[in-house]
């Protein structure tokens, strides 16, 4: 009797373990896929863009003309 029982769990044993086979290499085809998807959108490396040559420019003044500050130095009291 005892070996009858352990026949009937080797044989639902069986059948479990074969779904659970079946199901990860389902999750594992399904995951490949993505992947490949995924490194098929992966953008390329750009080349580095040239930016235009610097060009040299005037020092600003220090004052825009016509302008001067009234105050010079401190006030003082005669």
């Known amino acids: 009797m005892a070996a009858k029982k352990v026949d009937v769990l080797k ?3 069986k ?6 086979k079946s199901v ?8 490949e896929e993505t992947f490949s998807n995924l490194e098929g959108k992966q953008k390329s490396p750009r080349e580095k863009s040239t930016s ?9 003044l220090e004052d825009p003309p016509g302008t001067r500050s009234g105050a010079h ?3 003082g009291v005669p």
């Open 11 to 13: 044989e639902c044993l």
């Open 73 to 75: 130095g401190l006030m």
């Open 24 to 31: 990860f290499e389902d999750k594992m085809t399904s995951m």
């Open 52 to 60: 235009p040559a610097a060009t040299a420019t005037a020092d600003p």
């Open 15 to 20: 059948g479990k373990i074969g779904q659970l």
